[in-house]
């Protein structure tokens, strides 16, 4: 018998609906005792009472002694880890109701009129004390402790995600997200605090059920005045419908996080009616009413004690002219679906076994909910603190940067100097060098600002990984430049990461794209060192921006064409916007067919060579070099007996190198990346490949300076190696040199990577003379309002007159872009350098192109014709 009650009194899983829970009407000589037995066990573990026949005179006195402020149902339950249910909406109408009773010295009759000011008051200043009354005392203050947690729950993740939000905003950084999130949380939990203290909360649910009802916009004195004026059996139903509103309340699923979910047991009463005029008999009947009317099924089990079932109250025939209204009435009843509440038993004698032993609470549920609760403070709280201190070590509440893995990509130094963390070593020094000079350029007020777009947090892989000194060689290039510069407008350089291997190229490019579009300050974009996917991708979307961009040593034919949708698979067009300073790698590949087939094979009887390339698909360079050496080997009579492919991450240059040997080549030429330049040199010197001549592409001018004396003194492999700027080429070709190649030859940068040096600084410049030109032309010197800035097609267009007479004389040569269709320089400055003895261990064989304008171009018999770019619809590569 006892696990039928507790059968009943179990809730089902919190992803189930609550179903209706029965009274039991229990009758027979035993009726009471029986009840008793049954119900004895849970008194001390879920919220139950037990209401003998004659305690209590009136349905006031019952609601009181049920849910009043001691009232047996709000009872602690120990070890039930949950407070116990609380009635706000019962306490309120007994309160109310229990003004009537009481006398007021000095009025005429109590209770006032509802109507009365003075009533109004009077009832104002009762309900004052009795809220100030209920917040006091021990129990007052575990009650208030209790709802200001309960909304702590709700509004302390709520304060996390506001840390989030504003974290993720550009204007609050450092400490300000928490002062928000904070204050979300504190502002919440105390408002919804007070309002569950006071009972705001709930007592707006008296409007709208239909017993009494709060009238709109009623004062809460006014509609306590009413109550206590109302007629006793109104205030009846609306007690008993109160006491059950509030136990639905303390079991229904809220939104909000609250002990209703964690409750795994019902309500009981165990109650004695053996009057049937009797106050507990009416009891009963006004939960049966009330439900029915209402719809509230209330979750609590009823153990009834009655003399006889009562009978039903029958309904009297309606007349045929009141059919609509009972036809409505009963669709309402339907739409309730209110199922019979009664389960009527018989106790001839007391319940088997005699008496139960007591029952233990069930404590899982509420151990979930505890659970739950923990992690939605806990782990929100824990999940803002990890994201603001992983955002802060890697972007520092930067508006245009963004976190990639552990990579900082975007604009580092838009709205500020950039965060010291986050890069290391030389970047980081050369980083704070150009911030100190920005610094300078914004406080005049004059100045304009050029994005600088490379890869700056570089994972160096290899021994021989060129990348970083590559990316230093730029960064000082532009702080040393940028420091130079005097005259207006200043210049302001934005330091933009794509990550390593330019792997968020066209994310970086995008927030590029945003920060142009606020700020009219920025000309241009320059970098782009290296013809890989990642650059690719930014300049498809920084065209579509209309943004200019000049590239340093970027050299694919195909880099800065743009696809056409009308052609899938197509070589696309150039893009007007993307112009390059260094020669195309159809332009080094002519001269390097003309040398091998001129100097290095010039007695062989059937000149033959193998192409080496590095065969990753995203790259570019590699891929496009190569199929450049295989035209123009085999336009000069030089048979490609092979291409021999590798790639970086599956390795393979031994194999490489031991396959081109066994084909005995004239000359090897290596179309690879830097990394692997050296290894694939000690391979072909150690597999017995004889004497052997290599020709390499620009790539590997770092790695020949670093490692110059060890592969000068290889004996059987001779090397020379393909450069696009050298500090060495004006003394060879006895031009006069500009000041910053004077500064190189005097010892300057001496562990810088010369091409990538050189061709930033030329690239720099260009945009900056275009930007300061039509600056001027703009009439803006010495105003510094942002409207009167040159736009970004002025610097276009100042840019595609960067020719003719009005080139630019740059440290690696003259940049004419007189080819309009690419923007790629005509006669650019490309030479052929032979590993050797020495002080630098090499020196330049060939130089071809023009490196000073009043000497003209160099006077080599290579050079004559050397083209600059593919002819229209010729080979490209990818």
């Known amino acids: 018998m006892r696990s039928v009650v507790e059968g009943l009194i179990r809730r089902p899983a919190f992803w189930r609906a609550d179903p209706p829970l029965p009274i039991v009407l229990v009758t027979g000589p035993e009726a009471f005792a029986t009840v008793e037995a049954l119900a004895e066990p849970f008194h001390g573990c879920v919220p139950s009472a037990k209401v003998r026949e004659g305690a209590h005179g009136s349905i006031l006195e019952l609601v009181r002694a049920l849910a009043g402020e001691q009232g047996d149902l709000g009872m602690p339950r120990g070890g039930s880890l949950l407070p116990p249910p609380r009635f706000p909406l019962a306490q309120f109408v007994v309160w109310a109701r229990e003004q009537r009773d009481l006398e007021q010295k000095g009025a005429a009759g109590w209770p ?462 150039p893009s007007p916007y993307y112009f390059h300073v260094a020669p195309t790698n159809f332009r080094e590949a002519a001269l390097g067919a003309r040398f091998v087939r001129d100097e290095l094979l010039a007695k062989a009887k059937k000149p033959s060579a193998i192409i080496v390339q590095d065969g990753s698909p995203a790259d570019q360079y590699t891929n496009n070099l190569a199929d450049d050496f295989g035209t123009a080997l085999t336009g000069h009579g030089v048979e490609v007996l092979d291409r021999v492919s590798y790639t970086v991450r599956a390795g393979g240059i031994s194999s490489a190198a031991i396959k081109a040997c066994r084909l005995k080549p004239g000359v090897l030429v290596y179309a690879g990346r830097a990394a692997e330049f050296r290894d694939f040199l000690k391979d072909v010197e150690g597999k017995a490949c004889g004497e052997v001549k290599v020709l390499a592409g620009d790539d590997v001018v770092k790695v020949v300076a670093d490692h110059g004396r060890e592969i000068a003194g290889m004996r059987q492999v001779q090397v020379h190696y393909m450069a696009l700027a050298h500090r060495t080429l004006w003394a060879h070709a006895g031009a006069e040199p500009t000041a910053f190649v004077s500064r190189l030859v005097g010892g300057a940068h001496p562990d810088a990577a010369d091409d990538n040096l050189i061709l930033s600084y030329d690239a720099i410049s260009v945009i900056y003379q275009a930007a300061a030109t039509a600056y001027r032309a703009a009439g803006v010197e010495g105003t510094p309002e942002p409207g009167g800035l040159p736009s970004r097609g002025d610097i276009l267009y100042r840019l595609s007159r960067t020719a003719g007479e009005s080139a630019w004389e740059g440290s690696g040569g003259v940049v004419d872009f007189g080819a309009m269709d690419r923007h790629a320089p005509i006669g650019k400055v490309i030479a052929i350098m032979k590993v050797g003895g020495g002080r630098s261990h090499s020196e330049p064989v060939v130089i071809c192109g023009t490196l000073d304008a009043a000497r003209g171009p160099a006077k080599e018999p290579l050079c004559p014709g050397l083209p600059d770019v593919p002819p229209s619809g010729g080979p490209m590569g990818p």
């Open 112 to 573: 006032p009129d509802p109507q009365t000011h003075t009533g109004y008051q009077e009832f104002k200043k009762r309900l004052k004390e009795w809220r100030r009354g209920r917040r006091g005392g021990d129990r007052g203050v575990r009650t208030s402790a209790d709802f200001l947690a309960r909304a702590a729950t709700t509004w302390v993740p709520v304060g996390t995600l506001a840390v989030w939000w504003a974290g993720g905003s550009t204007d609050l950084v450092g400490v300000l997200p928490w002062l928000l999130g904070a204050l979300v949380a504190l502002a919440g939990t105390a408002a919804q605090g007070a309002l569950s203290i006071r009972g705001s909360l709930f007592t707006g649910w008296f409007g709208k059920q239909p017993y009494v009802r709060r009238n709109r916009f009623e004062r809460l004195p006014q509609y306590a005045l009413r109550l206590a004026a109302a007629e006793p059996e109104e205030i009846e139903q609306l007690l008993v419908h109160a006491l059950m509103r509030d136990l639905r309340e303390a079991y229904k699923k809220w939104i909000i996080p609250w002990p209703s979910w964690g409750r795994g047991q019902y309500a009981l009463l165990a109650l004695e009616a053996a009057d049937p005029a009797g106050c507990n008999a009416r009891f009963l009947r006004l939960v049966e009413e009330t439900t029915e009317e209402t719809g509230l099924l209330p979750p609590m089990v009823v153990l009834a004690a009655v003399p006889a079932v009562p009978a039903r109250q029958q309904e009297r025939a309606a007349k045929l002219d009141a059919l609509p209204g009972a036809v409505e009435q009963w669709r309402q009843a339907t739409r309730l679906r209110v199922p019979d509440l009664r389960l009527t038993v018989r106790a001839e004698a007391g319940p088997p076994g005699g008496k139960y032993g007591p029952v233990q609470p069930r404590r899982r549920r509420a151990t979930g909910y505890w659970t739950a609760i923990g992690l939605l403070v806990a782990l929100p709280l824990a999940w803002a603190v990890w994201s603001q201190v992983d955002r802060d070590a890697h972007c520092g509440g930067l508006r245009w940067a963004e976190r990639a893995g552990n990579e900082c990509v975007g604009i580092v130094n838009a709205t500020g100097d950039t965060p010291e963390h986050l890069f290391e070593g030389e970047v980081r020094e050369l980083v704070r060098k150009i911030d100190q000079n920005n610094a300078y350029a914004t406080a005049s007020g004059l100045y304009v600002s050029v994005v600088l777009f490379g890869e700056f947090t570089i994972r160096k892989a290899w021994s021989d990984d060129t990348r970083l000194a590559a990316a230093v060689s730029e960064l000082a290039a532009v702080e040393e430049y940028q420091r130079t510069v005097s005259s207006t407008p200043r210049l302001r350089v934005l330091i933009a990461n794509a990550g390593d291997d330019f792997g968020h190229g066209r994310r970086t490019a995008r927030l590029i794209t945003e920060l142009v579009g606020q700020d009219p300050h920025v000309m241009g974009v320059v970098g782009m060192p290296r013809s890989v996917e990642g650059v690719s991708q930014a300049i498809e979307e920084l065209h579509a921006a209309k943004i200019p961009m000049v590239a340093s040593t970027a050299t694919a034919d195909s880099l800065g064409h743009i696809g056409d949708p009308a052609e899938p698979g197509g070589p696309g067009d």
